[in-house]
């Protein structure tokens, strides 16, 4: 005997929505969305299993209630439903549409939970080391105020015990090369107003008798940082440049600035000289005595006793009769033969 093909109704979706409903017990079948309905002779139920393929091979949405699980490719593993205008996913829910509380969740990779024994108003409260060493919040601080086990930062303190911050190491660090004998240079010195509009940095020694923010500052260092003026008492032996005269000076043991020259040098008058010292001004003047006159420009020769002094030199007076000057023989004075003439 011949097989004998039983058929359901089919056609594509459109053409059976345009039919309408099947008979009681009547199937169809899709063959564009591959979907199978079956009529009660008033409308259709769709039937079957969920569609289902890679992600992209969805047919397109605009049949409520179809379901297509999607089995390789993109969001492989979710569900989708069609609500007649798009594929929404199925397989996502909203934490306040889950059931249960945090504490039926296990400790994963990323999460895990913490006991409420361990939690202070919110907070946990001990800390573990992963080397097992446990401990509480409250002995962390307590070790953080110990100053023998954690020493605390106090700029203003000293002590083996304190710690300072890294501004005020910088500042001590500064005040220190400031103590160095040899300073950095000075704008002026002896100014006794602070200059209206200084820059970071300028520098200046302060005169004595000084007013407004120097006073009290007699010849100490006034140095313009961070917006205000800071001071560096000078010690012996100081020494610095002043820009504006383009001298150096020195602190000395008088407890005042003198040019270095000054301070390290005294000229002492050599013979035939008089004068000299350590002032700011060294005079030194040419002895005079033994026929030297010394004037305010020149020096003269006093003549005296055949010694005849003007603007040609020094010579002796020669009358040519008695004495004769023999330039042809070595300059030399010659007396002449004297003739006592006759009686």
Partial sequence: MANQIIKVRR?????????GALSVGELGFCTDTKEVYIGNGVQNFFVGRVMMGDYGSRPKPGYQGRFYYVTSGDNVGFLYIDDGTSWQKVNRTALDEMTGTLDDIENGEEYGKVRNSELNEGYVKQINDNNGHITTAEEVRKHLDDEELHRKIDDSAEGTTVLWSANKIKAEIFNAVKGHEWQESVIKKGLLTPPENPTEKDRYIVGVGATG????????IAEFINGEWRFFAPEIGWSVYVDEEGKNYVYNTAHTWVKSGEANQTIIAGNGLVGGGSSDEITISVGQGMGIIVNVDNIQVKPHHG????????????DENSIVFDEENDYKLTVKNIDGGTF
């Fill in 11 to 19: 056609g594509t979706k459109a053409q059976l929505e345009n039919y």
């Fill in 213 to 220: 923010e120097w006073a009290n500052h007699d010849n100490e």
């Fill in 307 to 318: 010694i005849r002094v003007n603007n040609d030199g020094v010579s002796v007076n020669i």
